[in-house]
Every structure is written in structure tokens, then in C-alpha cells.
């Protein structure tokens, strides 16, 4: 769109020359030609039915927002734009686009009678076109999607723009054309052209340091005679961005001066003002990407499944996405950014901020991590890779067409018997209780004997106390043996159901002739029935589950008990309406504190779990070995929790290859793979959190019916962490010693409301990945 880019000329003879008085019977009857041949025919229909601002629609961009509300996630719309009343914008762009456009815009009738006159008799004539036109008559063109230079556009912009300055106020009709005018690089509205061109805002209410300045408005106020480059001449004709070429800043740098004259002449500046202001040179680079801003960063995997999460809800259900990407809502995520950064700075292992032990190796190597909070169910941190464009190894989602995306089921191996140790301290199983633990056992009802194509089942791992070994020394070992009887004693549908319960809502199971897992929904039918399709191999972590789907169960368990469903968005309003907001509800597992307090108790043992920061901890490694290899391991995990954080790590292969360190070992478990990321997040994140460790320290557990021989046990070790999972056997030294006593957890945490519905079903479907 051009503006008049004309500076009002001295002023003339009020006489008529004889050339301009022949000139005069052309126009009228061109002007005639006009009213009649368009006027009486089209002028009625252009009056009554073109839209006016109130009918208009604009697209304006959604903004995603982490958890604070005030700093930007992402930008989502076809047109990045973003409205704001004409009273809560300060004076900058106001004066500087009146000086630009039209100058007698606060004493016209916003029509340019002239300027209609002259493309009555330019189109009669086949003379030059004329473009010249008063702000309403430019905002007029926009708002009807009036296209060409033509005589009867111009009537009928006029006949607009007469309607509008009857209809509205002057403000009224600035504050439109503000908040629709294209500024170019994708933005349209100051509001988008400031954030775009320079960061800022318009807003008055920002602090004076964020609000766009007068001599940068003016540069922006500039690009409205020619928002692009012409696509026939961009280097010839580039329009007035400074920063596309040497040619265009001298444009902007002219047009800059030509609307500082105007603003001293209009009375907005000074002459002394005037030669103070200076022309900024702060204008950012040209940003491609700036209307879909940070979507191809680790975050536009989150915005992919906060989209997600608001197609169910009421306000969007069954809308297509350019509802919410073109709505001009504020989404508000459940996303903390100092977490998203402590996360991303662990997990992306292609950073030299991730721990030593996982940088520098092969490029096949990928990490996820996901942190739940305790007691909500807000996702805090979420990394299922580098790319929002790209794969999700973290979880999966639906887009738009119902078709599931993402790869982030992957065998928890060990880590998955959080579950078992869950269910047997609900089911009355003390952790101190003994079970037959040697290398290894048959398990006739589960197939599994000498004589079977799997055979035995084989501890990973010895430990001091074999042959006879409590649980909780099994569970610091590792035990296969121990957790294969477990689960049968228990039966995989109560397994199962506690990690149902916990929050794994799926589960990936091993169907004859597919080549690749199916996902099984595990709220779909009753858990004895669901327990069918996997077999008791599920104990001991064999079929896979998502990284988000394990940290909500983990928080869970740091919430003693109380689950609530994992989600991304925190709010969505529109104009500082309510659209819609989360709703925080809980289920209780049925564990008592006791169960609680023995679960917790015994998983601090891990040493892999242990942090250094003063926070209680709990934990647990896993690892899943490639194919049938006891040597070569493809998948490896931590998961564990503080009292207010949570959160589960895998480190596996985007190609199902083993994990290879690029030295040439295959020395890679859970407790070193994914427990040094894990360890580094939640070290991290607790500090930036900024909360008191005191106030979120562990229960302890009575033992009811021990005896004097049985009441001792080790307390959280402080050495360094083994490979306690690994698929190869090296003993697990521990010494029973007095446990130190906690002081319990905190009273204080959020009163959530209960009895959580179960949430729709959805139907299985096929996802990437290795077995």
C-alpha cells in the first residue's frame, strides 16, 4: 500500500490559467461518466454492504507464553499481528503515521477530493494512475479487500471512507488503520511491525525503556509507502527496510527526514526537537520466520502438544487450528522456563552445557526429558529433541487430522519397576521382606524355563545379599529375578494398573507379524482385561512407555500418592477474557503413608538418584538391552523425584542401533547414560526453583512387625553411582548401617480437588521405534 508521500506545495494563484480552464469540461465530465456509471449503479450496494470495523475480522497472532505469562514462547498465525487499543498506545506511531500519510488527517472528512478527481480523469484520459489517499481512505481499501487502481475502486474507497468518518471518531479510525496497515517482513499492525523491526512495544503501560520511541516510530511509519520490495526489481526498487540493501535504508533514511519536517509542521516537534532526534540504527536483521517466530526451537514441541490439548477442550473442540493460530489469544503454558532451560541445557546433548559423560558422541545418540509437578500435573520442562519441526522422542500427540506423531515410547527396562515396588507396598508388602533372588530362576507359569526359546530369567546383576534378599535390596540391585516373582505374585493386571493409575495412560505392545509395536490405550478397558495383551515380562520393563507418560508416574509417587493429570496449558483468554483454564484435579492411588514413606525410603537407596544440593531424592535406573544381546544396550533411563519436582530421562538412538560411545565401548546404563542428565536437571532446576529443600523432606516408615534383625538398613549412599542395571553381572556392595531420620513432608502442599474423569479413549496406533 502507497501513502501520499506528497509534501503539501506553497500556496498557488486563486486564478485559473486559460490552460487549467480548458481542462475543466474533461473532468466534470469524467466526474459525471463516474457518478453516473458507477454511482447510481454500484454506489447504493458499496454503501450498504461493505464491512465496516466492527464487522471486520482480523487475523491477529495467538501468542504461546511460559508459565509466568510475561515471556514469550512462540508466535502462531498466518499474519503476525497483534492489536491494541488506540488508548493504551503511546503518542509515537500516532503522530509520526499522520505525518507520513495525510496531514490534514485531524480536519478532513477522510475523503482527498482532489486526489478522487484526478484518478476520475487519469482512468477516463488512459493518462498516469493516481494513488493518492487520505488514512481512511487507505484503511477503507483494507478493510473492504478493495484490490487494483481503478476508477471504480477509488469511488467506491471514497464512498467508505465518507461512511466511515460519519460513523466513527477520528481515534477511532487511526487506531484501525494502526493495528491493520501491512509494516512489511510479515507484520501487520504497529504493534507486530515494533516487536518485529525493534523488540518493542506501543503499549503506554510498559516500562518507558520497552515502549517504541518516536524516531524508531517514524522509521516504521516510513515502510507504510512500500511495505516490500518490488518482487519485479527488489534490488532496484527495495522499499524503505534499512536492513534489505544500501538502496532502501537511503529511502528510509529521506522519508524519515520528509516525516520529521512534517512533525514540526504539525506541531509535534520542535525545530530543537527535531535536530536532537537522530535516526536509529537498532533495527533488527530480517527474520524470515518472524510471523511463526520460535516454532522450530525445543519449545515448538510443546506448542505442538499444548495445540493438541486444546482441540479437546470446549472452546476449540472440533475447530480447525487457524481458530486458535489466527485468534490473537494469549495461551499461557504450564512450561517454567527456568526449568525448560535447566532441561534443555542437560538433555540437548549436542550442547557443551550437557554433563560430560553424554557429550561428544555419535550422532545417532538422542536424549529426551519431561519434569511433572508434584500435585498438579503441570508439565514444567519438556525435551523430546532439538527441533520443533521435528521428531518428538519425548511423547506423542494428535494433530490436526487425528494422525498421532511423535516417537517417544522406548522400553523402561528397570526403571518400570517403580510400578511393581508401588503395588506391592499398597498390596500390605513390607520392603523388608525376603524373596529368593539367585542368578537365575525358572518361572514355569510364565513360559519361562530352560526349555523355553527365552529361557530363565537372569539377574543383571549380583548383589551381597543373594540368595536371599529383601526387597528393597533387590530394588537397589536390580534384580530381574526378584521383580519377575513380584509381578507374578502380585499378577501384571495390578502392575499394570498401578502404572495406569500413576499416569501411564500407554503402553506399546509386541503384535505377531507387525514389525513395529502397537499402542495400547490403558484406560481403554478394565485393567485384567488390558493385562491380556502383555505378558509378565511387563515387570521388568519390557514394553514401552513415553518419557511423559513416566515422569507423571514418578510425580505421582512425589505427590504420596495423589495423581493428576499431565497437560500444557495453564489459561487462554482474548482481550483479557477468560477463555479457558486448567482444572486442577487429583485421584488417589491408595497408598497410605506408610506405603508411601517405604516407597520413598527405599528408593533414595539408588545411589544413582542421590543429589548433592541438600534435596531428598528417589530414583530409579533402567536400561533395555539390543535384541538379544547381554552386552549392547539401545536403551537407557532415570527417573525419579524431589518432593517438588519430578522428572524421567531416557538417553537411547534415533536408529534403534546399541549405544556405541564414540570411543568404541558399549559400556553405556541407565546409571551412567541417563542418570548424569537426570542428576544435572534436577540439581539445576531445585536451585532455580528457588525453594526450600527443608520443607519437602521424606517420611519414615515404621516397618510395622519388624523384628531386631530385620529393622537396620543402609543409609542413601554418597558414592558414586554403578551400573546397577546393566545387563552384565558385577556386584552391587552395600553394608546395613542406620538410616538418618526425615522430617517428613510438607503439610502445605495445594488443596486439589478430587475424582479426576477418565479421559476419552483414543485408538491405537503405530509409532517408531525399536523393541
Same mark, same amino acid.
Given at each position: 500500500m502507497?501513502?501520499?508521500?506528497?509534501?503539501?506545495?506553497p500556496?498557488?494563484?486563486?486564478?485559473?490559467?486559460p490552460k487549467?480552464?480548458?481542462?475543466?469540461?474533461?473532468?466534470v465530465?469524467?466526474?459525471?461518466?463516474?457518478?453516473?456509471?458507477?454511482?447510481l449503479?454500484a454506489?447504493?450496494y458499496?454503501f450498504?454492504?461493505?464491512?465496516?470495523?466492527?464487522?471486520?475480522?482480523?487475523p491477529?497472532?495467538?501468542?504461546?507464553?511460559y508459565?509466568?505469562?510475561?515471556?514469550p514462547m512462540?508466535?502462531l498465525?498466518?499474519?503476525?499481528?497483534t492489536?491494541?487499543?488506540?488508548?493504551?498506545?503511546?503518542?509515537?506511531?500516532k503522530?509520526?503515521?499522520?505525518?507520513?500519510?495525510d496531514?490534514t488527517?485531524?480536519?478532513?472528512?477522510?475523503?482527498?477530493?482532489k486526489?478522487?478527481?484526478?484518478a476520475?480523469?487519469?482512468?477516463?484520459?488512459?493518462?498516469?494512475r493516481?494513488? &493518492?489517499?487520505?488514512?481512511?481512505?487507505?484503511y477503507?481499501?483494507?478493510?473492504a479487500?478493495?484490490?487494483?487502481?481503478?476508477?471504480?475502486?477509488?469511488?467506491?474507497?471514497?464512498?467508505i471512507?465518507?461512511?466511515?468518518?460519519?460513523a466513527?471518531?477520528?481515534?477511532?479510525i487511526?487506531?484501525?488503520?494502526?493495528?491493520?496497515?501491512?509494516?512489511g517482513?510479515?507484520?501487520?499492525?504497529?504493534?507486530?511491525a515494533?516487536q518485529?523491526?525493534?523488540g518493542?512495544?506501543?503499549?503506554?503501560?510498559?516500562?518507558?525503556?520497552?515502549?517504541?520511541?518516536?524516531?524508531?516510530a517514524?522509521?516504521l511509519?516510513a515502510?507504510?509507502?512500500?511495505?516490500?520490495?518490488?518482487?519485479?526489481?527488489?534490488?532496484?526498487?527495495?522499499?524503505?527496510?534499512?536492513?534489505?540493501?544500501?538502496?532502501a535504508?537511503?529511502n528510509?533514511?529521506?522519508r524519515?527526514?520528509?516525516?520529521?519536517?512534517?512533525?514540526?509542521?504539525?506541531?509535534?516537534?520542535?525545530?530543537?526537537?527535531?535536530?536532537?532526534?537522530a535516526?536509529?540504527?537498532?533495527?533488527?536483521?530480517?527474520?524470515k520466520?518472524?510471523?511463526?517466530?520460535?516454532?522450530?526451537?525445543?519449545?515448538?514441541?510443546?506448542v505442538?502438544?499444548?495445540l493438541?490439548?486444546?482441540r479437546?477442550?470446549?472452546?476449540?473442540?472440533?475447530?480447525p487450528?487457524?481458530?486458535?493460530?489466527?485468534?490473537?489469544?494469549?495461551?499461557?503454558?504450564?512450561?517454567?522456563?527456568?526449568?525448560?532451560d535447566?532441561a534443555?541445557?542437560?538433555?540437548?546433548?549436542?550442547?557443551?552445557t550437557?554433563?560430560?559423560?553424554?557429550?561428544?558422541?555419535?550422532?545417532?545418540?538422542?536424549?529426551?526429558?519431561?519434569?511433572?509437578?508434584p500435585g498438579?500435573?503441570?508439565?514444567?520442562?519438556?525435551?523430546?529433541?532439538?527441533?520443533g519441526?521435528?521428531?518428538d522422542?519425548?511423547?506423542?500427540?494428535?494433530?490436526?487430522?487425528?494422525?498421532?506423531r511423535?516417537?517417544?515410547?522406548?522400553?523402561?527396562?528397570?526403571?518400570?519397576?517403580?510400578?511393581?515396588?508401588a503395588?506391592?507396598?499398597?498390596?500390605?508388602?513390607?520392603v523388608?521382606?525376603?524373596?529368593?533372588?539367585?542368578?537365575?530362576?525358572?518361572?514355569?507359569?510364565?513360559?519361562?524355563?530352560?526349555?523355553?526359546?527365552?529361557?530363565?530369567?537372569?539377574n543383571?546383576?549380583?548383589?551381597p545379599?543373594q540368595?536371599d534378599?529383601?526387597?528393597?535390596?533387590?530394588t537397589?540391585?536390580?534384580?530381574?529375578?526378584t521383580?519377575f516373582?513380584?509381578?507374578?505374585?502380585?499378577?501384571t493386571?495390578k502392575?499394570?494398573?498401578?502404572?495406569r493409575?500413576?499416569?501411564?495412560?500407554?503402553?506399546?505392545?509386541?503384535?505377531?507379524?507387525n514389525?513395529?509395536?502397537?499402542?495400547?490405550?490403558?484406560?481403554?478397558?478394565?485393567?485384567?482385561?488390558v493385562?491380556?495383551?502383555?505378558?509378565t515380562?511387563?515387570g521388568?520393563?519390557?514394553?514401552?512407555?513415553?518419557?511423559q507418560?513416566?515422569?507423571n508416574?514418578?510425580?505421582?509417587? &512425589?505427590?504420596?500418592?495423589?495423581?493428576?493429570?499431565?497437560?500444557?496449558?495453564?489459561?487462554?483468554?482474548?482481550?483479557?477474557?477468560?477463555v479457558?483454564?486448567?482444572?486442577?484435579?487429583?485421584?488417589?492411588?491408595?497408598?497410605?503413608?506408610?506405603?508411601?514413606?517405604?516407597?520413598?525410603?527405599t528408593?533414595?537407596?539408588?545411589? &544413582?538418584?542421590?543429589?548433592?544440593?541438600?534435596?531428598?531424592?528417589?530414583?530409579?535406573t533402567?536400561t533395555w538391552?539390543?535384541?538379544?544381546?547381554?552386552?549392547?544396550?539401545?536403551?537407557?533411563?532415570?527417573?525419579?523425584?524431589?518432593?517438588?519436582?519430578?522428572?524421567?530421562?531416557?538417553?537411547?538412538?534415533?536408529?534403534?542401533?546399541?549405544?556405541r560411545?564414540s570411543?568404541?565401548?558399549y559400556?553405556?546404563?541407565?546409571?551412567?547414560?541417563?542418570? *548424569?542428565?537426570?542428576?544435572q536437571?534436577?540439581?539445576?532446576?531445585t536451585?532455580?526453583?528457588?525453594?526450600?529443600?527443608?520443607?519437602?523432606?521424606?517420611?519414615?516408615?515404621?516397618?510395622?512387625?519388624?523384628?531386631?534383625?530385620?529393622?537396620s538398613?543402609?543409609?542413601?549412599s554418597?558414592?558414586?553411582?554403578?551400573?546397577?542395571?546393566?545387563?552384565?553381572?558385577?556386584?552391587?556392595?552395600?553394608s546395613?548401617? *542406620?538410616?538418618?531420620e526425615?522430617?517428613?513432608?510438607?503439610?502445605?502442599?495445594?488443596?486439589?480437588?478430587?475424582?479426576?474423569?477418565?479421559? *476419552?479413549?483414543i485408538?491405537?496406533?503405530r509409532?517408531?521405534?525399536?523393541r
Amino acid at each position: 500500500m502507497r501513502g501520499t508521500g506528497e509534501t503539501p506545495g506553497p500556496a498557488g494563484a486563486t486564478t485559473a490559467s486559460p490552460k487549467r480552464k480548458r481542462r475543466r469540461l474533461p473532468v466534470v465530465l469524467a466526474v459525471c461518466v463516474l457518478l453516473a456509471g458507477c454511482g447510481l449503479v454500484a454506489g447504493g450496494y458499496y454503501f450498504d454492504s461493505v464491512p465496516t470495523p466492527s464487522d471486520l475480522k482480523l487475523p491477529e497472532s495467538t501468542t504461546v507464553f511460559y508459565a509466568d505469562g510475561r515471556t514469550p514462547m512462540a508466535k502462531l498465525g498466518a499474519q503476525n499481528r497483534t492489536i491494541v487499543p488506540y488508548d493504551q498506545m503511546n503518542d509515537s506511531a500516532k503522530q509520526a503515521i499522520v505525518a507520513a500519510e495525510d496531514r490534514t488527517f485531524w480536519t478532513n472528512r477522510g475523503i482527498d477530493f482532489k486526489g478522487v478527481l484526478r484518478a476520475a480523469w487519469a482512468n477516463v484520459s488512459g493518462g498516469q494512475r493516481q494513488g &493518492a489517499s487520505t488514512l481512511t481512505q487507505q484503511y477503507a481499501r483494507i478493510a473492504a479487500d478493495l484490490r487494483g487502481v481503478t476508477y471504480s475502486r477509488k469511488l467506491r474507497e471514497a464512498v467508505i471512507a465518507w461512511k466511515l468518518d460519519d460513523a466513527y471518531t477520528k481515534e477511532e479510525i487511526l487506531g484501525f488503520y494502526l493495528n491493520t496497515v501491512p509494516f512489511g517482513r510479515g507484520a501487520y499492525g504497529i504493534e507486530a511491525a515494533a516487536q518485529t523491526y525493534f523488540g518493542k512495544t506501543v503499549r503506554r503501560d510498559a516500562p518507558p525503556e520497552r515502549q517504541l520511541t518516536q524516531a524508531e516510530a517514524m522509521v516504521l511509519c516510513a515502510m507504510v509507502k512500500q511495505p516490500e520490495a518490488d518482487p519485479a526489481d527488489p534490488e532496484g526498487t527495495p522499499g524503505y527496510d534499512p536492513r534489505r540493501n544500501a538502496l532502501a535504508k537511503q529511502n528510509s533514511i529521506d522519508r524519515w527526514n520528509y516525516i520529521r519536517d512534517g512533525m514540526v509542521k504539525l506541531g509535534y516537534l520542535t525545530s530543537q526537537q527535531a535536530a536532537d532526534l537522530a535516526y536509529p540504527d537498532t533495527v533488527r536483521p530480517i527474520d524470515k520466520d518472524a510471523g511463526r517466530s520460535d516454532l522450530d526451537r525445543p519449545t515448538g514441541l510443546v506448542v505442538n502438544h499444548v495445540l493438541a490439548e486444546l482441540r479437546g477442550t470446549e472452546p476449540f473442540r472440533g475447530k480447525p487450528d487457524e481458530v486458535i493460530r489466527d485468534g490473537g489469544y494469549r495461551i499461557v503454558t504450564t512450561i517454567d522456563k527456568r526449568v525448560q532451560d535447566a532441561a534443555e541445557a542437560a538433555a540437548d546433548i549436542r550442547r557443551d552445557t550437557a554433563p560430560r559423560a553424554v557429550r561428544g558422541q555419535p550422532r545417532n545418540w538422542q536424549a529426551a526429558l519431561v519434569a511433572v509437578e508434584p500435585g498438579t500435573g503441570r508439565v514444567l520442562g519438556y525435551y523430546g529433541g532439538d527441533k520443533g519441526s521435528g521428531a518428538d522422542y519425548a511423547g506423542w500427540y494428535s494433530d490436526e487430522d487425528g494422525q498421532a506423531r511423535g516417537f517417544g515410547q522406548h522400553p523402561p527396562g528397570s526403571s518400570f519397576k517403580v510400578y511393581d515396588l508401588a503395588a506391592a507396598v499398597r498390596d500390605g508388602i513390607s520392603v523388608k521382606e525376603r524373596f529368593d533372588s539367585p542368578d537365575t530362576k525358572e518361572f514355569p507359569a510364565s513360559g519361562r524355563t530352560k526349555g523355553s526359546a527365552a529361557g530363565p530369567i537372569r539377574n543383571a546383576e549380583r548383589a551381597p545379599c543373594q540368595p536371599d534378599c529383601a526387597l528393597w535390596e533387590a530394588t537397589v540391585a536390580s534384580l530381574n529375578v526378584t521383580y519377575f516373582e513380584l509381578t507374578e505374585r502380585l499378577g501384571t493386571d495390578k502392575v499394570i494398573e498401578m502404572a495406569r493409575q500413576a499416569g501411564v495412560e500407554s503402553m506399546w505392545e509386541t503384535v505377531r507379524g507387525n514389525p513395529r509395536p502397537q499402542r495400547v490405550d490403558l484406560r481403554s478397558d478394565p485393567a485384567d482385561e488390558v493385562a491380556k495383551r502383555f505378558s509378565t515380562e511387563v515387570g521388568i520393563g519390557q514394553y514401552g512407555i513415553t518419557v511423559q507418560d513416566h515422569a507423571n508416574g514418578m510425580a505421582t509417587f &512425589a505427590a504420596g500418592g495423589k495423581r493428576a493429570d499431565a497437560h500444557f496449558v495453564r489459561s487462554v483468554s482474548k482481550d483479557d477474557e477468560e477463555v479457558w483454564t486448567e482444572q486442577l484435579r487429583t485421584t488417589d492411588l491408595g497408598l497410605d503413608r506408610e506405603a508411601v514413606d517405604q516407597l520413598d525410603w527405599t528408593l533414595r537407596r539408588v545411589r &544413582a538418584a542421590k543429589l548433592d544440593n541438600g534435596w531428598d531424592s528417589a530414583g530409579k535406573t533402567g536400561t533395555w538391552q539390543a535384541g538379544k544381546s547381554t552386552t549392547q544396550n539401545v536403551h537407557t533411563w532415570m527417573v525419579g523425584w524431589t518432593g517438588a519436582l519430578a522428572s524421567a530421562v531416557w538417553l537411547g538412538t534415533t536408529d534403534g542401533k546399541p549405544l556405541r560411545t564414540s570411543d568404541g565401548s558399549y559400556d553405556v546404563y541407565g546409571s551412567t547414560g541417563a542418570a *548424569p542428565i537426570w542428576r544435572q536437571f534436577m540439581t539445576k532446576a531445585t536451585e532455580a526453583m528457588k525453594l526450600d529443600p527443608g520443607k519437602y523432606r521424606f517420611g519414615e516408615p515404621k516397618f510395622p512387625g519388624d523384628t531386631p534383625e530385620t529393622a537396620s538398613a543402609p543409609p542413601p549412599s554418597t558414592a558414586a553411582p554403578t551400573p546397577s542395571d546393566s545387563p552384565s553381572p558385577s556386584p552391587t556392595p552395600s553394608s546395613p548401617s *542406620p538410616s538418618p531420620e526425615p522430617t517428613g513432608r510438607p503439610t502445605s502442599r495445594p488443596t486439589l480437588t478430587p475424582t479426576l474423569p477418565p479421559p *476419552p479413549t483414543i485408538t491405537p496406533t503405530r509409532t517408531r521405534g525399536p523393541r
